[in-house]
């Protein structure tokens, strides 16, 4: 069942990002950074287990960001990456973003879903805030992706 998240599904969203992080194909998500973007947050759950997570993020204007997707190994090939992004983008589109962009290491997924690749420069300034703080820059190998709703 996909549903926006809940205070207590925190730790297990930040539990699966970890994971990934760890493996070095998503970035890590501190506790506070989570609790403040809760709102962001779909989960997938799975008897009353989250097993998938994605956020959509509002950037600027009429751009957001699809981040943090995350599906437990054990579910993977069941859709529910897809089906994540997809209420993202639903979202997205509700409240009026135009575009919506993500910054990952797998391009191949979000091609699946339309997105397209581009120039990081493409991207608004404000966007590239965020990396300055990451353990990742400046050598940072995302691809920077796009979809015209």
Not at 13 to 23: S, V
Not at 40 to 60: N, P, Q, R, T
Not at 89 to 95: K, M, R
Request: with cysteine.
């Amino acid at each position: 069942m996909i549903r926006k998240a809940k205070i207590k599904d925190i730790k297990q969203i930040q539990d699966l990002i970890a994971y990934f992080a760890k493996l070095d194909v998503m970035l890590p998500r501190s506790l506070n950074e989570l609790y403040e973007h809760i709102r962001d947050f779909w989960v997938y759950e799975d008897k009353s287990k989250v097993v998938g997570c994605a956020a959509l993020h509002i950037s600027w204007d009429d751009l957001a960001e699809v981040k943090s997707v995350a599906v437990a190994k054990k579910f993977h090939g069941k859709r529910i990456g897809f089906n994540l992004v997809s209420a993202c983008l639903a979202e997205a589109q509700a409240i009026g973003a135009k575009k919506v962009f993500v910054l990952t290491y797998k391009a191949d997924f979000f091609k699946k879903l339309g997105f397209k690749r581009v120039k990081n420069s493409s991207l608004p300034h404000k966007i590239w805030a965020e990396c300055i703080n990451c353990c990742k820059f400046p050598n940072c190998q995302e691809v920077a992706m796009l979809k015209i709703l």
